[in-house]
């Protein structure tokens, strides 16, 4: 079945200490997003990419990282420079080129600092 | 700028009872509009959709239809169960291509079903 994988599920790091979510899909989907959830604030848009090799910054970018080499991939680092890593981050990816579809979501990655 | 607005939660409701959950939304164009679900621990998941006006969307027993003129798409299910008990998200997407790739979400409803 067609889905997106995120992994690991639960991850933790160190002060200082630089860590990469993994995000696949095997959808064919154009766009994929990352976003952050924490605890009564509902989701927030780190990065997006509409297509390979292309990405753009969301609404929270400062202290993240990410790249788009392949279609099927589109991992995230959360760097030192992210003050307030420890949240729960969720993967998404999207049809692009219809407005009546929404995204696919992965699972999900819970980040703790340690 | 795009933007949607959910009633505040949380909601709690005893099972069987009937469940509204409101969703206003503001947007230029002809959007599309989304109900999404997330159980504990986990990803969101599409519940339902509509894509243009007076469309109804359905899934597991939830209803939701697509109200142009009060700019609304509330999500109704006549007779919750427990396992109903999550957060719901209400999301709107304006078009194709360009920023309109976005979905803009409403901040989340969490829903509590009592037995």
């Known amino acids: 079945d067609g889905g997106i994988t995120q992994s690991p599920k639960y991850l933790f790091r160190k002060e200082g200490q630089n860590v990469t979510l993994s995000c696949e899909q095997n959808?064919?989907?154009?766009?994929m997003y990352w976003y952050r959830q924490d605890p009564g604030q509902g989701l927030r848009l780190i990065y997006y990419?509409?297509?390979?090799?292309?990405?753009q910054k969301g609404d929270i970018a400062e202290g993240y990282s990410v790249s788009r080499e392949k279609k099927e991939s589109f991992p995230l680092t959360v760097t030192s420079a992210q003050k307030n890593p420890t949240a729960f981050y969720l993967c998404?990816?999207?049809?692009?080129?219809?407005?009546?579809?929404?995204?696919?979501f992965g699972s999900g990655t819970r980040l703790t600092v340690v | 700028g795009d933007s949607v607005t959910q009633m505040e939660g949380p909601v709690t409701l005893s099972e069987e009872a009937f469940l509204t959950i409101n969703c206003t939304y503001t947007?230029?164009?002809?959007?599309?509009l989304f109900w999404y679900v997330q159980y504990p621990g986990e990803g969101l998941q599409l519940l339902l959709k509509?894509?243009?006006?007076?469309d109804k969307g359905s899934n597991k027993g939830f209803e939701a239809t697509y109200r142009k003129e009060t700019t609304s798409f509330h999500l109704e299910k006549g007779s919750v169960q427990v396992s109903d008990s999550a957060v719901y998200f209400c999301?709107?997407?304006?078009?194709?291509?360009?920023?309109?790739?976005?979905?803009?979400f409403g901040k989340g409803t969490l829903l509590t079903v009592n037995p």
């Open positions: 959808l064919n989907h154009d766009a």
């Open positions: 998404a990816s999207s049809q692009s080129s219809d407005r009546g579809y929404g995204y696919t």
């Open positions: 947007a230029t164009g002809y959007p599309s």
């Open positions: 990419s509409q297509i390979v090799n292309d990405f």
């Open positions: 509509a894509t243009k006006a007076d």
């Open positions: 999301a709107l997407r304006r078009g194709s291509g360009g920023s309109n790739y976005k979905l803009t």
